[in-house]
């Protein structure tokens, strides 16, 4: 696994999948800090979001070294997945059209998912589950399409929002549903810091 620090600030989005989103961004809308540049890395990111085990991180890494090309495409396509997740939640969240072309990655990311699964029961219904056994290099794009899909039907997707700054995601859960930034510290205080560097010139 490659040395990155996931920390808290690394998980603000208050799901998976929108954490997932936010393994690109930038101090602006300019989406051009990769924050994924492995497959390794994406399995570390993985583990900090506590979406994989410490067993399955293991299965993960020796799966990767020993499939280099396979790892490299699927790190490919899970770049182009997460850059189809953030437009087609962009999107909703401004109220804009969305991609045909993203709704149709999301839809067979998830039927694709569902086909890897099993169903699990748990004390309050069930769940689909992805085992790495099963899926393989495909687990993490399985398991956050999967959680995707769960943000979309539930009560809370109204209040998914998009950084007033930057473009990283998040589920609005403040009292007020008046959240404006990802970070108050990082992209609210530059906010508040450009804002008065532009008072201060008239």
């Known amino acids: 696994?490659?040395?990155?620090a996931?920390?808290?600030?690394?998980f603000v989005g208050g799901s998976l999948c929108l954490d997932f989103a936010n393994t690109q961004g930038g101090r602006d809308k300019t989406r051009d800090d990769e924050r994924l540049p492995s497959y390794l890395a994406a399995i570390g990111w993985a583990h900090g979001a506590n979406m994989v085990s410490e067993d399955e991180v293991r299965l993960l890494q020796a799966v990767a070294l020993q499939k280099p090309v396979e790892t490299a495409r699927s790190l490919q396509q899970l770049r182009l997945f997460r850059e189809s997740l953030y437009r087609l939640f962009s999107a909703l969240v401004s109220n804009q059209a969305i991609d045909p072309a993203d709704e149709e990655c999301l839809r067979r990311a998830v039927a694709e998912a569902v086909n890897l699964a099993n169903l699990q029961r748990h004390p309050d219904g069930c769940d689909w589950s992805v085992e790495v056994e099963d899926a393989g290099l495909n687990t993490l794009s399985?398991?956050?399409a999967l959680d995707a899909q769960r943000l979309l039907l539930s009560s809370e997707?109204?209040?998914v929002r998009e950084c007033e700054r930057c473009t990283w995601l998040f589920v609005d859960r403040s009292k007020n549903k008046r959240r404006r930034w990802c970070k108050t510290e990082t992209c609210g205080n530059r906010a508040r810091a450009a804002r008065h560097y532009q008072l201060k010139k008239i």
């Open 142 to 144: 399985s398991r956050i």
């Open 157 to 159: 997707m109204p209040y």
């Open 6 to 10: 996931w920390g808290a600030n690394s």
């Open 1 to 4: 696994m490659e040395n990155q």
